[in-house]
């Protein structure tokens, strides 16, 4: 049985939570908070294995919650947000100190259908999240990083797409801060609702040595710049005569998601082949597996973040099960495995 905690100013809020979870046979609403101070009581007296979270709450807004909760007790946490300009921000902010999701947040009308069915796979996928609290490195500490530039690889052709789910910010932040600014065109597939996206892409902008921004469809990869999958809509690599383009699609969801990775995947197999390094980083389903797989048919050297890393090892496993993996790396060591793979110092065995 999963126990859920429901932290939400609003009883409403509470009621509509506590109504969908209770359809489920596998769901317990354990308790309720109406703000982060009796949270974190009830938090320490029912020991929940997931945390639902408003963002605007009295007394302490959710954001400030989560920060103090990541660092002393970090635990799944599902953050509800209204979707509007300002709060994307805010829930890209949650996503970065360690949130599972952030959602669209429920109200009267919404109490049923997809946002329920999207409650309760989150929370389904939450339970079963890794946390552990970050150990800072002792001081005087050298944090090996990867070359600062390819040199050569800048009129190679190469590609680099990488893909990811719950608990795949964090990861990809951490992926393109270790790379160099220099990188081949860069191209992402991250599950998040699409208003979250533009916001996301800013936010790595501004943390990440590369240009990273929101694709729009047509867009040409050159190097030093990292693509973000468009909200809500597919992403696919074209050839188009000496370089390389991506196309923005609707279709119909694939892993009930769009954009997908097995999508932007399968599109870099028949395009790029083995000119290609794969990524598939945290998430939960198989989204990305049998792109992943076809991939690595086509030549391309293809890495798998490891379980030990991983908050949700279920897109990576089902890649490693697929036979589509050429190296599983802990996510501090993914960086300096896709030099290595784009500088061709890599044979497969």
Do not use: W
Not at 89 to 105: F, I, P, Q, Y
Not at 167 to 190: F, K, M
Not at 229 to 235: E, F, I, L, V
Not at 288 to 303: L, P, S
Request: hydrophobic share 45%.
């Amino acid at each position: 049985m999963i126990r859920v905690l429901i932290v939400d100013d609003s009883a409403l809020v509470r009621k509509l939570l506590t109504e969908i979870f209770s359809r489920e046979s596998d769901i317990e609403v354990c308790g309720t908070a109406i703000d982060p101070y009796v949270a974190r009581d009830k938090i320490v007296q029912l020991k929940p294995d997931v945390m639902t979270l408003d963002v605007e709450m009295p007394r302490m807004d959710g954001i400030s919650f989560l920060e103090k909760l990541m660092r002393h007790f970090p635990m799944p946490v599902i953050v509800l947000s209204s979707l509007t300009p300002k709060n994307s921000e805010t829930a890209v902010r949650a996503l970065a100190l360690g949130a599972v999701e952030v959602l669209a947040k429920p109200g009267s009308s919404l109490a049923v259908g997809d946002i329920g069915k999207e409650l309760v796979r989150a929370v389904r996928g939450a339970s079963r999240a890794k946390f552990q609290k970050k150990v800072p490195p002792a001081p005087g500490t050298v944090i090996e990083r990867p070359p600062l530039a390819f040199g050569p690889l800048r009129t190679t052709n190469k590609v680099l797409a990488i893909g990811a789910s719950t608990g795949g910010t964090r990861a990809i932040e951490e992926v393109l801060r270790g790379l160099p600014a220099d990188i081949p065109g860069t191209v992402v597939v991250q599950h998040m609702p699409a208003s979250f996206m533009a916001p996301f892409a800013q936010r790595l902008n501004g943390v990440c040595p590369q240009n990273v921004r929101e694709a729009q469809d047509g867009d040409v990869l050159v190097t030093g710049t990292v693509l973000i999958a468009a909200g809500d809509r597919h992403m696919l690599l074209e050839r188009d005569g000496g370089q390389y383009r991506v196309r923005i699609k609707m279709g119909p969801p694939v892993h009930h998601q769009r954009p997908a990775v097995d999508v932007l995947f399968q599109s870099a197999a028949r395009s790029a082949g083995p000119n290609a390094v794969a990524v598939i980083l945290t998430g939960m389903g198989a989204d990305g597996a049998a792109g992943m797989k076809q991939m690595h048919d086509a030549g391309a050297y293809c890495i798998a973040q490891d379980e030990e890393s991983c908050v949700v090892f279920g897109m990576p496993k089902e890649a490693i099960k697929a036979e589509a993996v050429d190296e599983i790396l802990p996510l501090d060591l993914v960086p300096e495995g896709i030099v290595r793979a784009l500088q061709g110092l890599l044979v497969r065995a």
